[in-house]
């Protein structure tokens, strides 16, 4: 599966509380088992957007469970590698 970070607009999200967080992260549940081929990681909440780290078979795969979960996929972009400190060496 390929690696995708998905920027999500979701106005105010960076103010919710845990259990609306809670809700918001079981919504996304709910979607993801109806969808074998995708895997939600992890998302980091900033303001008012999400960035999601999801494992897909494809993009239309990650855009399903946007529409399924109902929180939009502003931007979907595929990551090709990464790096961290270690890799100069």
Known sequence: MKKYVIERDLPG?????EA???GAANTSNDA??????????HSYVAGDKTFC??????ENAIRKHSELSGFPATKI????????P???G
Request: overall charge negative.
């Open 13 to 17: 999200v960076g103010a919710m509380s």
């Open 20 to 22: 609306e967080l809670c």
């Open 53 to 58: 780290i999801y494992l897909a078979e494809d």
């Open 77 to 84: 972009t595929e990551v090709k590698t990464i790096i961290d």
């Open 32 to 41: 993801l088992a109806q969808l074998p081929n995708v895997q939600w990681q």
């Open 86 to 88: 270690t890799t100069a």
